[in-house]
């Protein structure tokens, strides 16, 4: 029978989801589709006031599960889609270590809406030195 100790690879690494959305500014705030890793306090409040920039209903922050982020232990990891018509969703679904870097694995789903949106998904990792690549 064979056993995976905790030094052995690959190993899913725990994620804590601060949001799953989408932005209504149509592309206002000005959010690349990018893949994002965020390191420091400033970097966060810069993004959170760019979400927050152009939002339809309410700051987009206040459905986040926090806002405060201690990075001396842990990085937040943000993917952002392209601005879509028909409605779509972006999930970071599992994160993988390997021995030489980290893996995020990402779901995209399309459902039926007339709104205009950039989806994105933020999640938040125990802090790491290794390369973090998005799939």
Known sequence: M???????????????????GVLSGIGKEEIP???????NTNDWQDLITKMNSHSVFNNVS??????????DNYLIL????????YGWEVEIVKITESKNKLVV???????????????????KIPKTDKPIEFE
């Open 62 to 71: 206040d459905n986040f599960s926090e806002t405060v982020i201690d990075f």
């Open 2 to 20: 064979y056993s995976c100790s905790d030094n052995e690879f690959p190993q899913n690494i725990a994620f804590t989801t601060i949001s799953n």
């Open 78 to 85: 943000t993917v952002f889609l392209e601005v879509k018509g």
């Open 33 to 39: 589709e990018s893949n994002m890793v965020i390191n």
């Open 105 to 123: 694995s990402v779901e995209e789903t399309i459902y039926i809406n007339a709104a205009i949106t950039q989806p994105f998904s933020i999640v």
